[in-house]
């Protein structure tokens, strides 16, 4: 990869990255609340987050060499 696209690769790997450890820090501190209810809603989040990544990669296809 080029240096310039190396900086672009991080900086969407940190879009994704920082809010998906926002749920998952929601997700930790509402179940030690013992509410369960937003827990919930946030497991369903990050599993929407996980499921949306897994598909982009698998179908995600190779550049031009």
Known sequence: L?????????????????????????????VRQRDYRFGLIAALVLAIIALGIVVGLHTSTPGPA
């Open 2 to 30: 080029a240096p310039g696209m190396r900086v672009v690769t991080v900086g969407v790997g940190l879009f994704i990255l920082l809010p998906s450890s926002r749920v998952l820090l929601m997700l930790i501190v509402f």
